[in-house]
């Protein structure tokens, strides 16, 4: 008897030929999967993303269908989404393996589906994304990137780079690319650069270099300047990338030395916040009812109208500060809700910035991602993941000039997954780096610049991210602010 097979016959049993005939005809590639990590069923879409014929796949180990240095973190995968009881689905962006040996890049949607009281098997709809769309975003997103970024090899090789980089060292493309990375570095610090370049390979992991320090670089002329450079590595073995992103310096370190003063306390912030809009309604309310009460007149009428804008306004300020408050009151109430179910940062990114961007763009600020490593999947409801996350991206575009950026960078380090969101607005006074996660906290800028919230979002962020035994804190940099997630990734 062929692997699965029993499985097969309780799955026909119990679904019936009509499912089974819907999951056959079904557009999108589809695989239930049994615990062992054997192929159940597969419909016929499935050959044309692996190259397998259908009934070659049945009875086939999964992990055939993954590249081998994937296989170990996907099958820890597929035990995660078996053991999780939420019912939810995971959304995971992987990569599979065609039967001709190319690798295939996709978005894949599992979910455990109970037979009974104890069988268990995997269902996965799988998207792919051809290579060509993958290299045209990649390109699209390294050209979106506000710093300096150079993308280089295992060994150095300078293999792109964007155009703020090129700019930054007074190179044209072609005269980096194939290039060592060393040719941006000073004589004196090739060396010990050198050394710690090769010393990040075989690692898939973050690494800043240079975070709040000076760390020289060399231009084209033979100038020099400081740079702030954040290195992530990606892949393993032989197949190793570099992706650098650099920071200019030199404006910034003219600007060292400034500090914002508070103006405003918690009790005054509260108030601006809570008794203005309650004001504003009451005394247009009042100013409603006398026009009404004089004549019904066509500049009456636009009285009335000029009222109720002022009147909406100010009811949806109110509406949002309690969305806020009742969320931080079930967060705080009941958190076990909030950990039930797994989510992919890389895949709530995707979606919080697809919600962002058009606003943010309205503003005048454009939002550009990155990510890097395995899949950061964390022990958490997807919905509520995406809240926080949408907090730290809010806050960025609502204290972002316009012209200005957001970033938002996601990958794993060891056994946490981390998320970064930085901005190139005001940044975060001295001082104020946990006072901004409390309550109704609000800086001298946002009141100074009368920037719209009641300082909530950065406290609810942390609730829920703290709820899934995570941190979320401020990382010092020299302009614009920069709010670093950290969770543990999910085990069975």
């Known amino acids: 008897m062929a692997p699965g097979s029993g499985r097969t016959d309780l799955l026909a049993s119990r679904a019936g030929e009509a499912l089974l005939r819907l999951f056959a005809q079904t557009d999108d590639a589809r695989l239930l999967i049994d615990p062992d990590g054997v192929v159940l069923l597969a419909n016929p879409r499935c050959e044309e993303v692996f190259g397998w014929r259908v009934d070659e ?16 973190e996907y099958t820890r995968l597929r035990d995660l989404v078996l053991a999780s009881d939420s019912g939810d689905a995971a959304r995971l962006g992987l990569i599979g393996l065609h039967r001709d040996g190319h690798e295939v890049r996709m978005r894949v949607t599992a979910r ?25 975003d990649f390109r699209e997103l390294l050209e979106a990137v506000p710093d300096g970024n150079v993308v280089v090899d295992g060994d150095g ?23 060592s990375i ?22 898939a992991r973050r690494h800043a270099m240079g975070l709040g320090t000076r760390v020289v670089a060399l231009r084209k002329d033979g100038s020099t300047f400081p740079v702030s450079v954040v290195i992530s590595s990606i ?12 920071h200019d310096l030199t404006e910034l370190e003219a600007l060292r030395g400034r500090n914002d003063v508070l103006r405003d306390q918690f009790l005054a912030t509260v108030s601006h916040e809570l008794r203005t809009p309650l004001t504003t309604i009451l005394a247009s309310t009042e100013m409603l009812e006398d026009a009404l009460a004089d004549e019904a007149e066509e500049h009456v009428r636009a009285l009335v109208e000029a009222y109720l804008g002022r009147i909406e306004r100010a009811a949806r300020r109110e509406l949002t500060l309690v969305d806020d408050l009742l969320s931080l009151t079930i967060i705080e109430g009941n958190a076990e809700p909030l950990v039930q179910g797994l989510a992919d940062l890389a895949v709530v990114v995707d979606s919080v910035v697809e919600a962002a961007r058009d606003p943010a763009a309205l503003r005048g600020v454009t939002i550009a991602t ?63 780096e946990d006072r901004v996660f409390e309550r109704l906290y609000r ?8 920037v719209p919230g009641a300082g909530l979002g950065l406290s609810i962020a ?17 302009a614009g602010a920069r709010l670093r997630i950290s969770a543990p990734l999910a085990r069975v």
């Open 57 to 72: 796949l049945v009875g086939m180990p999964a992990a055939l269908l993954a590249p081998e240095q994937h296989r170990d």
């Open 112 to 136: 455990a589906i109970l037979l009974g009281e104890a069988d268990r098997v995997l269902s996965m709809i799988l998207q792919p994304r051809s290579a060509a769309d993958a290299t045209a």
């Open 462 to 478: 942390r609730s829920i991210v703290q709820a899934a035994s995570g941190t979320v804190v401020v990382v010092p940099q020299e």
């Open 157 to 179: 090789r300078i293999l792109m780079a964007n155009a703020p980089a090129l700019a930054m060292f007074g190179y044209a493309e072609d005269e980096l690319v194939d290039r």
């Open 235 to 246: 892949g393993i073995d032989d197949d190793i990338l570099f992706s650098a992103t650099v």
């Open 370 to 432: 990155t990510t890097s490593g395995p899949p950061a999947v964390v022990r958490v409801h997807e919905g509520w993941l995406e809240r926080a996350v949408g907090c730290l991206v809010d806050n960025a575009t609502k204290f972002t000039p316009p012209g200005g950026q957001v970033l938002v960078e996601s990958g794993v380090d060891g056994d946490r997954a981390w998320l970064e969101v930085s901005d190139t607005g005001p940044g975060i006074a001295p001082g104020d």
């Open 443 to 450: 800086g001298a800028d946002a009141v100074t610049a009368e």
């Open 182 to 203: 060393e040719v941006l570095v000073p004589d004196a610090q090739r060396a010990g650069h050198v050394r710690r370049r090769t010393g990040f390979a075989g690692h």
